[in-house]
């Protein structure tokens, strides 16, 4: 590559980022009763930010590999890793920002000016070949057999419905309860600080902290964005570890496996921080497998990387801690040939990467609550972690199986749709297969992943997410390994590629469906406002709109079993771990001493919801939310208040007592 040809493309992207620039400052983000072709700058203002932001990532992956002298890796594989570790660490300057109090938006324009200067010798390099790579891959499109070309047709089809969900307006739960709500908050004050009573900003904020950037700049959509990109690369890492190591045509057979579930692009085009801790999660499983593959003193880097995204993963979410201690005992093990001295190098070396990366956020929690893992193993941890009671030895062995047969037990806000591949059961096959170091810690550590996963989580299916790739892998390994022992004959090609094809295709409907009955292109496209899509599509906003219409500014309204604040402002108080109407109705209170209480918190409002009450009572098996319900609507919202706001979801109440 000619310093001219260099100099180029650092014009070209220097140029693009001077035009997202002058978009924001020329055209801010619309307001939501906006309707008009102002929507298209807002669109391209997210897609170019996001694109900004990857690449700049990928330059500070690079060129972070090449100081830890990482250089074991091909180009591909290289390339692949750069993302999320530039990801990470762009999101750890951020967080120091904001423990400095300096979480605005010219201090964060500021870091990622410094962490293009310091990479672009990197990034200059990738957008150089980028042209070429991508004349390379069209070429290599007309060699493919048509299976393959089929399986990425049907993939960039579910792509194009994802991204389509990921530039609309956000509508998920747990976004508007944590992963904006919380950047958002911080923006506001400027800086991280300790939140007792909102105990979800006192989690680990990898991901929030990359939401933070768009959001600085107005730009809610380039969470999803980087969220979607984080299944993106999930998918791709699952095909390029299934590639080089496993039976041929298996990591196009995992690819397919994984987003052949319909849920897949569902929580990739959502605002969530799933998919990047199992990006995270599995980069360290690849590292590892490839570490245990290579079997000599230089493939030791690798631990140092897998310690490393590990570090990552434990930054984004707590339930990474399982998956750091799986990682550690197939290091043990694997190492225990070597003697103490190998088990002892192995566990250090990647026990310290992780430490270091991760403990930034335990550390913060340690000195401001005493509880690095805060508010877990405290007085609001019951509240927290799942209840197994009943749960016997027979139940937990019948676990996969239950998976399917008994959803219900597992399944989240997207329900219908949040279920396991059918091909994961194939992975119980993978010892019948042909074996190998790589694939032996494949099955290993997939295999922890999932006991950790049934014995220490929420149960819910979602969880399992990190676990995915290495299932997906190892069935795509068993499917694999059967068509090749039968290559001479035609059915077990067809009968396989009808059940992938029809797994795709059904994603693919699904996706339409989806499309069809959300319809984000109005929005998108500035047809439609997003305050109207929004009354659509959150069952609250419209009674939220009304509260900061209408209410005086010391306004305080409560919302009992609701804890989305997203879309309101500082009137609202979530009730975060929807137990507060609760606690305040328990043991049996009458009405004028609850509404003291209430008047004793300054609250002068409550916002019932229909969809959260509901969601609280049915997944409450004490029976205290029922209670205390029957209680709200029987005896003190007769006696203590006055209605001045419903719809056909919401009713908002003034307490008059």
């Not at 090749?484 to 339409?512: D, E, F, K, Q």
Request: aromatic fraction near 12%; proline fraction near 5%; hydrophobic fraction near 55%.
């Amino acid at each position: 590559m000619t310093a001219a040809r260099r100099w180029e493309t650092r014009f070209v992207v220097v140029g693009f980022a001077a035009i997202l620039i002058a978009i924001r400052l020329l055209s801010p983000e619309r307001s939501p009763s906006y309707i008009g072709t102002r929507a298209l700058l807002d669109l391209m203002f997210a897609i170019g930010l996001t694109l900004l932001i990857l690449l700049v990532a990928l330059g500070v992956g690079l060129r972070l590999q090449r100081l830890l002298r990482i250089d074991i890796l091909p180009p591909a594989e290289a390339h692949l890793f750069s993302i999320p570790l530039g990801l990470g660490v762009i999101a750890v300057g951020v967080f120091l920002l904001g423990l400095g109090g300096a979480l605005q938006p010219t201090a964060i324009l500021t870091w990622m000016l410094i962490s293009a200067a310091w990479s672009h010798s990197e990034w200059t390099r990738f957008a150089s070949r980028l042209p070429k790579w991508i004349q390379a891959g069209f070429r290599s499109w007309k060699s493919l057999e048509l299976m393959k070309k089929l399986i990425l047709s049907a993939m960039a089809i579910i792509l194009a419905f994802a991204l389509a969900q990921a530039l609309s307006p956000p509508t998920d739960p747990d976004g508007l309860i944590d992963h904006l709500a919380v950047p958002k908050l911080f923006l506001e004050i400027g800086r991280l600080q300790p939140m007792p009573d909102f105990i979800f900003a006192n989690y680990p904020l990898t991901l929030e902290s990359l939401f933070a950037i768009g959001m600085a700049f107005g730009s809610d959509t380039v969470a999803k964005l980087l969220h979607l990109s984080f299944g993106v690369l999930l998918v791709l890492a699952t095909f390029m570890l299934g590639y080089r190591y496993l039976a041929a045509g298996a990591g196009w057979f995992a690819a397919a496996i994984l987003v052949g579930m319909p849920i897949y692009p569902v929580w990739a085009g959502l605002a969530y921080v799933d998919m990047g801790w199992a990006l995270y999660a599995f980069c360290t499983v690849y590292a590892l497998a490839i570490w245990a593959d290579e079997n000599d003193e230089k493939s030791n880097q690798l631990l140092v990387l897998a310690g490393v995204m590990t570090g990552f993963a434990l930054g984004t979410k707590y339930l990474a801690l399982g998956g750091a201690a799986a990682a550690g005992l197939w290091i043990l093990w694997h190492s225990r040939k070597g003697g103490w001295r190998a088990i002892l190098v192995s566990g250090a070396v990647f026990g310290g990467a992780a430490l270091l990366v991760g403990a930034p956020w335990y550390l913060r929690n340690l000195f401001a609550f005493g509880n690095p893992v805060f508010p877990y193993f405290g007085p609001a941890s019951g509240n927290l972690v799942a209840n197994y009671d009943g749960f016997g030895i027979v139940d937990y062995l019948l676990l996969p199986i239950s998976l399917y047969t008994k959803r219900e037990l597992f399944v989240g806000v997207y329900g219908s749709i949040e279920f396991p591949s059918i091909f994961f059961l194939l992975a119980i096959m993978y010892p019948l297969t042909a074996r190998s170091v790589a694939r032996d810690a494949l099955a290993g550590m997939t295999l922890l992943r999932y006991l950790i996963w049934a014995v220490a989580s929420h149960w819910r299916f979602r969880y399992l997410l990190p676990a995915m790739p290495g299932l997906a892998l190892l069935a795509a390994h068993v499917t694999a390994n059967f068509l090749n022992r039968h290559s001479n004959r035609r059915w077990p090609r067809i009968a396989v590629g009808g059940l992938i094809g029809g797994m795709l295709a059904v994603t693919v409907v699904y996706s339409a469906l989806f499309f069809a009955a959300v319809r984000p292109w109005r929005v998108i496209l500035g047809i439609e406002s997003k305050a109207e899509f929004l009354r659509r599509e959150v069952s609250d906003y419209a009674a939220k709109e009304f509260i900061q219409a209408n209410l005086p500014p010391d306004a305080k309204v409560l919302m009992p079993w609701n804890a989305r604040s997203y879309y309101c402002d500082r009137r609202c108080a979530p009730d975060w771990l929807r137990l507060r109407w609760v606690e305040l109705v328990t043991p049996r209170a009458s009405p004028q001493e609850v509404a003291g209480e209430l008047r004793a918190l300054k609250v002068t409002h409550l916002l019932i919801s229909a969809e959260d009450v509901d969601y609280s009572v049915i997944n409450d098996p004490s029976g205290a939310s029922l209670a205390a319900l029957e209680f709200l609507v029987e005896e003190f919202q007769p006696e203590c208040t006055r209605e001045i706001y419903r719809d056909q979801w919401t009713n908002l109440l003034e307490l008059e007592c």
